[in-house]
C-alpha cells in the first residue's frame, strides 16, 4: 500500500465515482468528519451511518487497505499531519504502533516476494547444487546476514561460509574458481571493496550471486543472477524494520526450495543432525 500523507483526504474524494451509494454516503462522512471518524470502531461507524460492517470493509479495500483498522491508523496519521485536535487526540496508543510495525514487516515482505522470479531461485539453487563450496560476502552489518546464511545451510551438509571482513572476501575471492558460487550481500551494490572482490573471483571463473536492492549497480552487473531486496528507505516507517530483513526473507526463499529440490536426502540429513545434537 502507498501511503498518501497529505493527499489522504484528496485519494478518497477523487474515487467518489468508483463508490456504491452506500460507500458514498461513508465517503462523505470521513472527508467531513475526519477526526471523530478516526477515534470510532467499525461497529460505532455501522450503527451511526446504518450501513453493514461488511460495506465499511470493502470501502477500504477499494482504496487499498487490508481493512478498516489500517483505513483507521492512516486516517489518524492524515489527522496529525494536518495539526487535528489536541495533543492527546494526535498520540499514536501502543495498538496503533504495534500495527504500524506489522503493516511494515508485510509491506517488505510482499514487495521482496514480488521482485524475485521464481525461476531465479530455481536456477541459483541449481547452482548450489552444483558447487564444491559456496561463500557469502557480508561486510559491516551485513555480516550478520552473512552469518545467517551459514547457520542455515550448513545443517544440509552444503560446503559453506561466510566472508564478513574485507580481507576474508578478498583473499577468498583469490583462491575461488569454477566450482565455487559466491553470495554477496550489499543493498546499494556500490562497494568498491566488494566489486573488486567479484571480479576477482568472477576472473576465476566463479558464479556471482548479487543480493541488492539495485539490479543495475555495478555488483549487480557483475553478477550470473541478482536477487532483489526492498531497500527500508523505500517504505513508511521503514526505521521500524532491520535493514536485514529482506535479506534473510530471501535466505528463507533459497533454503526452502533446496530442501524441497531433494526432499527425502535433505531431511536425512537434518535428522542426522538433529540426532547428534540431542546425543
Known amino acids: 500500500m502507498e501511503y498518501l500523507g497529505k493527499n489522504f483526504i484528496h485519494s478518497i474524494e477523487c474515487n467518489m465515482h468508483h463508490f456504491t451509494k452506500t460507500e458514498t454516503i461513508l465517503a462523505k462522512f470521513i472527508v467531513a468528519n475526519p477526526i471523530e471518524f478516526a477515534e470510532m470502531s467499525i461497529n460505532e461507524v455501522a450503527g451511526r451511518l446504518g450501513i453493514s460492517q461488511a460495506t465499511i470493509t470493502r470501502f477500504c479495500q477499494k482504496l487499498s487497505y487490508t481493512g478498516f483498522n489500517e483505513f483507521r491508523y492512516e486516517l489518524k496519521r492524515y489527522n ?80 559453506i561460509d561466510a566472508c564478513t571482513e574485507d580481507y576474508i572476501v578478498r583473499t577468498d575471492a583469490g583462491i575461488a574458481d569454477e566450482a565455487t558460487v559466491i553470495f554477496v550481500l550489499s543493498m546499494s551494490g556500490q562497494s568498491k571493496e566488494l566489486k573488486k572482490s567479484v571480479e576477482l573471483a568472477k576472473k576465476n571463473g566463479a558464479k556471482i550471486i548479487s543480493i541488492t536492492e539495485n539490479i543495475d549497480s555495478p555488483l549487480g552487473k557483475l553478477s550470473d543472477y541478482v536477487l532483489q531486496a526492498t531497500n527500508k528507505e523505500n517504505i513508511h516507517m521503514g526505521q521500524n524494520i532491520s535493514s536485514l530483513l529482506p535479506f534473510l526473507l530471501i535466505i528463507d526463499l533459497l533454503y526452502t526450495q533446496l530442501v524441497m529440490s531433494d526432499y527425502k536426502r535433505k531431511m536425512n540429513v537434518l535428522d542426522q543432525v538433529n540426532n547428534a545434537l540431542v546425543e
Do not use: C, W
Not at 487535528?84 to 510495525?101: F, K, Y
Not at 547452482?127 to 557480508?138: H, L, P, Q, S, T
Open 80 to 159: 496529525e499531519l494536518q495539526g487535528a485536535g489536541n495533543s492527546s487526540e494526535r498520540e499514536v496508543d501502543n495498538t496503533d504502533q504495534l500495527l504500524s510495525i506489522h503493516h511494515d514487516y508485510i509491506d517488505t515482505i510482499d514487495k521482496t516476494i514480488a521482485a524475485n522470479n521464481i525461476e531465479v531461485i530455481y536456477n541459483v539453487v541449481n547452482y548450489m547444487k552444483d558447487a564444491e563450496k559456496i561463500r557469502v560476502y557480508g561486510v559491516g552489518r551485513k555480516g550478520t546476514a552473512a552469518q545467517e546464511f551459514k547457520k542455515r545451510f550448513f545443517p544440509l551438509n552444503v560446503n
